[in-house]
């Protein structure tokens, strides 16, 4: 799906779901070389996501668990190279691991309609912003 060209606009909640994979997977294991598999180099969104795992390996802290789910998605404009896909991802609860191995329970947490662009390259689709969804 994150090769198909015609994913973003004919199945939307299988290609966010095949990044949030992803993502969940790099925020996990704290790699930020792997954030390439989910987001456009030089991205915001990938500048967003390599601080976010900067500060946790700084700290010594890791997640388990986590897993985002895509409650709801749709194309929202876009071509075979860029699109648009509105979408809700969810967090499922997980446990922060800190550095010397104390275990804190997080909640679920439902996620906000965000607004999630893509660019596709021959690696495939990725992402390049989230913004709060523009009101329709």
């Known amino acids: 799906v994150v090769l198909d ?9 299988d290609l966010l779901q095949a990044l949030s994979d992803r993502r969940a997977r790099v925020l996990m294991d704290g790699d930020p070389t792997a954030l390439t598999a989910v987001h456009a180099p030089g991205s ?15 700290a010594g802290v890791r997640w388990e668990g986590l897993r985002l789910e895509v409650a709801e ?33 997080r909640p679920a947490d439902t996620g906000l309609l965000l607004d999630f662009a893509l660019t596709r390259a021959a690696q495939g689709w990725r992402l390049t912003a989230v913004t709060t969804a523009r009101a329709t």
């Open 73 to 105: 998605a749709v194309h929202v404009s876009g071509d075979a190279a860029h699109a648009v896909l509105r979408a809700r991802v969810d967090w499922t609860a997980y446990v922060v691991v800190s550095a010397d191995g104390a275990r804190s329970q």
């Open 44 to 58: 915001a969104s990938a500048a967003s996501d390599a601080t976010l795992v900067g500060r946790m390996r700084g």
């Open 5 to 13: 060209p015609d994913s973003a606009a004919h199945r939307p909640e």
